[in-house]
C-alpha cells in the first residue's frame, strides 16, 4: 500500500511557548538559573528536536498543516519570533523541502490585530493585514489563509486536497449594547462628553467579541470542490476552530462556530470522507460524524482532528491508499511529551475512510480478492494463510503481507497482533 504523510501543528501561543515551566520539581526558587537549564530541558526544545528528527528521517512527511495561533492577542512581536522559531524547526525556508503547495497556515483568533477593528468598517480582513505583513516578510509565498485557497499535494500517485479557511472572521468584532444600557452609560459619562473624550466614551458602548465564523461564500465553494473532485483524491480541510464542542467545560463568552452546525452538516453531506483538522481547544480529540439519514453514512463520513497545543506534541497524519489508488484510511500518529520530558509516539489511531463493504470489495485488485477465498470466520495464524495463498492462488509472502494490511484497512478482515512482526497475525475474515 502507498501512504501520504502530513505533519499537524496546534498552537504555538509564542512567547509563552519558550517560556514555559521546565520539567522539574521545583522546591528552590535560588537554584541557578544555568545549572538548571543545563539538568532540565524547555518542553519547546523537546517537541522541536522531536519534529526535526522525523523530519530528517521520514522523506514520506509532504506537508505541514499550521492549525494557527502563533502567538498570543495579537501580539505583532510575539508573532514574528514565533514564526522565526517555527520556521526553523520545520526548515521552511528550503524549497527543497517544501513546495508552496506542501506548507498551508490559517490564523487563530489570538492573530489578529485587535486595533484595527471599527465598529461597522467596511473591511473585516484589515485586522490580520499586520500579522499577515509579517507572514509573508518572512516565509515569502508560502499559505497564510486569510481568504479561502485551494490547492492540490500531489504525492507521486497519492493526491490529497487542502483546503485552508478563516475560521476567526468573527474575532475582535464590536458588539453594541442595548440603548438601555447605553442610556445609562451616557448619563453616568458626562464627564468624558464634557472633556471631549468621545473615543473613550464609544469604548464603553460596545464590547468586543472573540467569535469564531466562517464566510459562507467559503462554505460553499469548498463543498462544491469537494463533490466535485475525483473520488481518489482525499479532501482535507484545515481551519483553527473546533466543529463540535470541546470535553473540558468552557466558561467564556461566544466560544463555538458560529455556522459551525451549517458546515458540519454540509460537509458530513458531501458523500465523502472529509477530513477537517484543528486547533484552538489545546487538547486532541479525534471525532467521526456519520449522518444516519439516507446513504451517505454508507460512502463517508466528517473526521475531525485536534492538534495539541505545541508544548505538548504534535500529530502525523498517515493517509493510506490502496494498490488500486483509491484511499482507504487515515492513521493518525500521536506524538506526545511526557512527564519524564521525551516525545514518544504515544497512540496510534486508525480510521478508516470507506464506509460500505460492496464499496471495499470494488477496491480491491485480483490479488486482494484471491486473498479473500482464503480467509473464514475463524481466525488463521498468518504462515497458515500465506500457505493457502500461495497454494491455490500463487501469491507471494510481500503480496500476502500488503494485502492483508489492506483488507484490515477495509473492515473485509481483522487483523489481530497488528503491531507485531506478521508471524505473530491472526487473520479472519469478515463477510459482507
Not at 469548498?222 to 483553527?240: C, K, Q
Not at 504534535?314 to 500521536?334: D, K, Q, T
Not at 494463510?385 to 483488507?407: C, F, P, T, W, Y
Request: glycine fraction near 8%.
Amino acid at each position: 500500500m502507498k501512504a501520504l504523510k502530513l505533519l499537524q501543528v496546534g498552537d504555538l501561543h509564542y512567547p509563552e511557548l519558550v517560556r514555559g515551566n521546565l520539567n522539574v520539581d521545583q522546591g528552590d526558587s535560588g537554584f541557578p538559573t544555568l545549572l538548571q537549564s543545563l539538568v532540565a530541558t524547555p518542553p519547546s526544545q523537546v517537541v522541536a528536536r522531536e519534529m526535526a528528527r522525523l523530519l530528517t528521517a521520514d522523506q514520506q512527511i509532504q506537508g505541514v498543516l499550521i492549525c494557527g495561533d502563533l502567538t498570543s492577542k495579537g501580539d505583532l512581536d510575539g508573532f514574528e519570533k514565533g514564526l522565526h522559531w517555527l520556521a526553523k524547526q520545520l526548515g521552511l525556508e528550503s524549497r527543497d523541502r517544501w513546495s508552496v503547495e506542501s506548507v498551508h497556515a490559517v490564523p487563530g483568533n489570538h492573530d489578529i490585530n485587535r486595533r484595527a477593528v471599527t465598529q461597522g468598517g467596511p473591511d473585516i480582513y484589515k485586522k490580520f493585514e499586520e500579522l499577515e505583513r509579517a507572514w509573508r516578510n518572512q516565509v515569502g509565498d508560502l499559505e497564510y489563509t486569510v481568504r479561502t485557497v485551494r490547492t492540490t499535494l500531489v504525492g507521486g500517485s497519492t493526491r490529497v486536497a487542502i483546503t485552508s479557511l478563516n475560521s476567526c472572521l468573527g474575532c475582535g468584532e464590536y458588539r453594541g449594547l442595548p440603548d438601555t444600557i447605553c442610556d445609562a452609560l451616557w448619563r453616568a459619562s458626562v464627564d468624558l462628553i464634557e472633556s471631549q473624550n468621545i473615543d473613550d466614551y464609544n469604548a464603553l458602548q460596545y464590547e468586543q467579541l472573540d467569535t469564531p465564523a466562517f464566510d459562507e461564500l467559503h462554505i460553499s465553494e469548498l463543498v462544491s470542490s469537494i463533490t466535485a473532485s475525483a473520488p481518489a483524491i482525499v479532501p482535507i480541510v484545515l481551519a483553527h476552530h473546533n466543529l463540535l464542542p470541546q470535553g473540558l467545560v468552557r466558561i467564556s463568552p461566544y466560544t463555538e462556530l458560529v455556522n459551525g452546525g451549517n458546515i458540519r452538516r454540509r460537509l458530513s453531506n458531501c458523500g465523502r470522507s472529509v477530513l477537517y483538522l484543528h486547533g484552538h481547544i489545546h487538547d486532541d480529540p479525534i471525532e467521526d460524524i456519520t449522518r444516519l439519514d439516507g446513504t451517505t453514512s454508507q460512502h463517508g463520513s466528517l473526521i475531525t482532528i485536534s492538534a495539541p497545543e505545541l508544548c505538548s506534541g504534535f500529530n502525523v497524519l498517515s493517509i493510506v491508499f490502496s494498490r488500486l489508488g483509491h484511499p482507504i484510511g487515515c492513521a493518525v500518529e500521536a506524538y506526545r511529551r511526557q512527564q519524564h520530558g521525551d516525545v514518544i509516539l504515544q497512540d496510534v489511531v486508525k480510521i478508516p475512510l470507506v464506509k460500505d463493504a460492496n464499496t471495499a470489495l470494488s477496491l480491491l485488485d485480483e490479488a486482494g480478492r484471491s486473498l479473500l477465498h482464503v480467509l473464514s470466520g475463524t481466525p488463521k495464524r498468518f504462515h497458515e494463510v500465506l500457505s493457502l495463498a500461495k497454494q491455490h492462488h500463487g501469491l507471494n509472502r510481500n503480496v500476502i503481507e500488503d494485502r492483508i494490511r489492506e483488507v484490515a484497512w477495509l473492515r473485509l478482515a481483522i487483523l489481530i497482533n497488528e503491531d507485531q512482526e506478521p508471524d505473530q497475525w491472526q487473520i479472519q475474515g469478515v463477510r459482507p
